[in-house]
């Protein structure tokens, strides 16, 4: 039984955002499987700023997000997208979370690839008692010395 918000303790409140904000993640992994646009349009705000692992250094607005999973969606024939150590803070109609992730799947040529681990931030919203990404980074550890990004790192 879903208990009005007024009536919620505040710990009531932050387990039942906490869960919101984890079905809204499984949409998104959702969404990728099926190569699904739409569905992931409604997963964002309109002005989602993203900062992700390939150029620009952002990508502004929620075309521009969209844009960039459509450039997977050439590549790849089936899509896998797996989130790990999900963890959120939530305050009122706030939240950042931070996961590990990783895209893999079937290439269009046929070719299977592991993908890589990368480290994702989620900035959260909730508007009209939804929660969207308003930001999200996506990132790779540095090695300084050679200036490359590692991406052979397991969580």
């Given at each position: 039984m879903d208990i009005p918000s ?80 999900l963890t959120f803070t939530v ?60 991406v052979d790192l397991e969580p």
């Amino acid at each position: 039984m879903d208990i009005p918000s007024d009536f919620q303790s505040h710990a009531d409140r932050i387990e039942a955002d906490d869960a919101e904000l984890r079905r809204q993640i499984d949409k998104v992994v959702e969404g990728l499987r099926a190569k699904d646009l739409e569905a992931l349009k409604q997963l964002y705000t309109t002005d989602i700023v993203s900062f992700d692992v390939e150029p620009p250094l952002q990508h502004v607005g929620i075309a521009a997000k969209l844009q960039n999973w459509a450039k997977v969606f050439l590549f790849f024939e089936t899509v896998t997208y797996e989130v790990r150590d999900l963890t959120f803070t939530v305050d009122g109609n706030v939240a950042f979370g931070h996961a590990f992730a990783r895209l893999r799947g079937t290439l269009k040529n046929g070719a299977a690839t592991s993908g890589m681990w990368v480290r994702v931030t989620y900035g959260m919203r909730k508007i009209d008692n939804t929660w969207l990404i308003a930001h999200d980074q996506v990132s790779v550890p540095l090695d300084i010395a050679s200036g490359k990004g590692v991406v052979d790192l397991e969580p």
